[in-house]
């Protein structure tokens, strides 16, 4: 909350500092850049003209990315992200919410995607 943030108990809790494990990434048609990050457990929006940086940690709801590796662009304005430890491939919005997922109980360790419309 406020109070901690402005005595400097929330100092330390900050998620997003710099980079990890970047495992896989895109360039966006408007020239922003996602990057998925294995060690922050989430995707990283850059959005270099609009001067603002995105952190996409949910995959689903109230349930975060454990161990995400690959994204693609799903042919509908969002994306596919493999998630190679909850053993599923989770569709994302344009703006990064949760839209579904695939693969539980059939893929074991997702890593790489391809799409090919």
Not at 37 to 63: C, H, P, T, Y
């Amino acid at each position: 909350d406020l109070a901690r943030v402005i005595t400097g108990l929330a100092v330390g809790e900050q998620k997003f500092r710099e980079l990890q494990r970047p495992t896989s990434g895109l360039t966006l048609a408007d020239g922003a850049v996602l990057v998925v990050d294995a060690g922050l457990k989430a995707l990283v929006r850059f959005d270099f003209a609009g001067k603002e940086l995105s952190i996409w940690d949910q995959s689903g709801e109230n349930r975060g990315f454990k161990s995400p590796i690959a994204v693609v662009e799903d042919g509908d304005g969002g994306y596919l992200v493999s998630d190679s430890e909850l053993a599923r491939v989770v569709r994302l919005g344009k703006d990064g919410k949760p839209r579904g997922e695939f693969g539980v109980g059939v893929l074991t360790r997702p890593t790489g995607l391809a799409r090919d419309p």
